[in-house]
C-alpha cells in the first residue's frame, strides 16, 4: 500500500477490535502509519480515538444520545440497575443503554464497554453481550481473547485472519477445554507452539482463566484448529450474512456455530 499511496498516515478503523490485525495491517501497509478507532452503529456515534496512541476513546456526551451503564452482572434480570457518569469504575464491564434524540428509548445496544479513564471519560469495546465463554466460571470475554491472539501471533510470527472459540464440555474421562477455530493470513511454524502461547497469554490476562487452568483441575490445554482459507466466508454465506455489516461470532458459551463451522471445514467448498 505504501507503494501506492507514498503520503499515508492514518488509518481510521471500527466495528471490531483492531488488536488481533494489527500485524497483518502492518504488513499490508508497509510501513508505521497512525491508526484511530472509532465507535459508530446505525444508533449513533459514541466515542472516537482523541490522538493516536490513546488508550481507550473519548466517550461524546453531546452527541444528542443518553447513556446508561448497566453492570454486565445485571444483565438478564428482571429489573436490572444502571448507573450514570458518576458511578462508573475503572476496568468494570457495563452493557451500554441508550436514549436517542432519533427516538430509541433505552435502548440496549448489544455491546459491552469498558472505562479506561475518568477524567475525561474513556471507553473501550470490550465485547458483545452475548458472545462470552463461562461455561466453568472462567467469565473470558472477547477484549480477553483479542489481546491473546494478538500476543501470540506476535510471539510466533503468525498473522490472523479471523477465530471462533467455544467451550469443549466434561466427559467422563476428561475435563474440559476451549476450543478455537483460527483462519491464518500466515500460519505460525509451530501450531502447538501457538497454542501454548495463546493459553499463557489469556491466563495473564483473566485470572478466573488462569484459576481453571491450575494443574488442569477444570480446563485442559486449549484444542486449536487452522482452518482452510476461505471457511469463514462460507459460513457467513451459507447464512446469508455475507457483507461488511456481519462478522464471526468470536465468543460463544455453546458449541451451535462452532459445530457448524468445524463440519464446513472437512467439506468440499469453491472459495468465492
Known amino acids: 500500500m505504501a507503494d501506492v499511496w507514498p503520503s499515508l498516515e492514518l488509518y481510521m478503523h471500527g466495528g471490531v477490535s483492531f488488536t488481533p490485525y494489527k500485524e497483518q495491517f502492518k504488513k499490508l501497509i508497509g510501513k508505521n502509519i497512525h491508526y484511530l478507532d472509532m465507535y459508530n452503529a446505525s444508533e449513533g456515534f459514541f466515542a472516537a480515538s482523541a490522538q493516536p496512541g490513546d488508550d481507550g476513546m473519548l466517550l461524546f456526551l453531546d452527541h444528542g444520545i443518553f447513556m446508561e451503564f448497566m453492570p454486565v452482572s445485571e444483565y438478564g434480570k428482571k429489573n436490572p440497575v444502571t ?111 501457538f497454542t501454548k502461547e495463546l493459553d499463557a497469554a489469556l491466563q495473564s490476562i483473566n485470572s478466573d482463566y488462569e484459576a481453571k487452568r491450575y494443574k488442569n483441575i477444570a480446563l485442559s490445554m486449549p484444542v486449536l484448529h487452522a482452518l482452510k482459507k476461505g471457511v469463514f466466508t462460507e459460513w457467513l454465506r451459507s447464512k446469508g450474512k455475507l457483507g461488511g455489516q456481519h462478522k464471526i461470532p468470536r465468543l460463544a458459551n455453546e458449541r451451535t456455530v462452532i459445530d457448524e463451522i468445524l463440519k464446513m471445514n472437512t467439506a468440499t467448498f469453491v472459495n468465492k
Not at 89 to 101: C, D, F, P, R
Not at 119 to 127: A, D, E
Not at 147 to 158: D, Q, R, V
Open 83 to 193: 448507573v450514570g457518569l458518576n458511578e462508573v469504575e475503572l476496568g468494570k464491564n457495563y452493557a451500554l443503554v441508550i436514549s436517542t434524540n432519533g427516538g430509541l428509548w433505552r435502548y440496549l445496544l448489544g455491546d459491552t464497554i469498558q472505562f479506561t479513564a475518568l477524567l475525561p471519560f474513556k471507553i473501550k469495546v470490550s465485547g458483545r453481550l452475548k458472545h462470552y465463554i463461562n461455561a466453568f466460571g472462567e467469565e473470558v470475554i472477547v477484549d480477553n481473547t483479542d489481546k491473546a491472539i494478538a500476543s501470540a501471533s506476535e510471539k510466533t510470527g503468525a498473522v490472523v485472519s479471523d477465530y471462533t472459540a467455544a467451550p469443549v464440555y466434561f466427559s467422563e474421562n476428561t475435563n474440559g477445554a476451549h476450543e478455537w477455530l483460527i483462519e491464518f493470513e500466515k500460519e505460525p511454524d509451530n501450531i502447538e507452539l
